[in-house]
């Protein structure tokens, strides 16, 4: 697609360009394989000598697409689309790190995520060390060992809501010869694109504002093409020396910049195969199309919520970025002026039972796990997602037991606001 579009066209007309006689809307290609006339052709394919879709596990043209749209609105140079979220945040690690190396990251990350790079991927060899969002340069260069392979962090955490400062991350990964890699699952391409400031690979969760209804579960992979593999050859041999399983083909010749997501999708998707279905990619571009209306509207509902919440008697805090005097409120300014999301978190005075009350009344806010939809949701993670912690491990975890995380969906703000005021008086 022309790079000269505004981000709002991209959201609309990138990735599908639909020739002569063609459906105007990207077909949704249920098909798990496809047919080719002799079997030479059928092999070149297999060798990865010519591009071209064989077996749905590996590629599927709506899914293609899709990927596409997003790598343009990301402003990267080659994308892919995972069946989840969480298997994006496994894929972009394990594509370039194995048994015996280590990767640094934010502290202030999703839970699934530390989940997984804190216990998952150590059994299977792969350390992770957790560095303060906050810490200096120095102090993040540090935590950078002799076989480390990435620096990960997420733009918005969830449901910390810290800014990182996406600068100082670049630098210390790039001052280390790893690729810094960035969760933008918060933020979306709409408010931030991490590449505009040094990161090198971005994630999404795109079941997130992407999808933006609640109804399929993705994640994407997009690469700057930024990172020179070859440059850190004795690093990422993954990606420069030849690999036997496609007869001795070197990644960073044969494909250039695309390298690292033909290299995940040849190898990872192959073997791991964690797909996203083709019909979820055709609902995840529908969201898509409308993702530059939402974001703003998000944006907005939640700055007036968070200003109502700041003014009441009953709240005892609230943390958005946006708001003047919030602790992210310098470094949003600067990687995020157009807002931040639509996720808010505060606490009530009486802690956790007053929580727990609050919650219980509201009408239009529902107990949902997911956040990052039209609707607005309420979670307590000390109730649910961290139920089992005691008071002394959530407060380690950076979740303060009256924690409540409000998603503010894109109805009317009045109408939002009147519930937790509703609820607010039951409390
Ligand atoms: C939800 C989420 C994930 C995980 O995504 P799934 O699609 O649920 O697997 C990863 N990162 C962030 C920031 C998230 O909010």
Known sequence: MSNNYQIETKC???????????????????????????????????????????????????NDVVAAKICD???????????????????????????GDHIVCASALYGGTYNL???TIKKMGVEATFVDPDASEEEIGAAFKENTKALFGETISNPALVVLDLEKFARAAHAHGVPFIVDNTFATPINCRPFEWGADIVTHSTTKYMDGHAMSVGGCIVDSGNFDWEAHHDKFKCLTEPDETYHGIVYTQKFGKSAYIVKA??????????????QNAFLLNVGLETLHLRVPRHCENAFKVAQYL????????????????????????????????GVLTFGIKGGRDASVTLMDNLKLAAIVTHVADARTSVLHPASHTHRQMNEQELIEAG???????????????DDIIADLKQALEMV
Request: with cysteine; proline share 6%; hydrophobic share 30%.
């Open 399 to 413: 979740v303060q037991p009256d924690l409540i995380r409000f998603s503010v969906g894109i109805e009317n703000a």
């Open 73 to 99: 609105l990301e402003g990267g140079c080659a994308a892919m689309l995972t069946s989840s979220g969480q298997a994006a945040s496994f894929y972009a690690i394990m594509n370039i790190c194995e048994a």
């Open 117 to 119: 790079y804190a216990h």
């Open 310 to 341: 700041k003014g009441h008697e009953k709240v005892a805090w609230v943390n958005y970025p946006e708001l003047e005097g919030d602790k992210y409120h310098e470094l949003a300014k600067k990687y995020l002026p157009n807002g931040s999301c």
């Open 12 to 62: 609309i007309q990138s990735g599908w360009q639909p020739k002569q006689g063609e459906p105007r809307v990207v077909p949704i290609y249920q098909s798990t394989t496809f047919k080719y006339d002799t079997s030479e052709q059928m092999g070149r394919l297999f060798d990865l000598e010519d591009s071209g879709y064989f077996y749905t596990r590996l590629q599927n043209p709506t």
């Open 265 to 278: 999708t040849s190898q990872l998707m192959r073997d791991l195969g964690s797909i996203q279905s083709p």
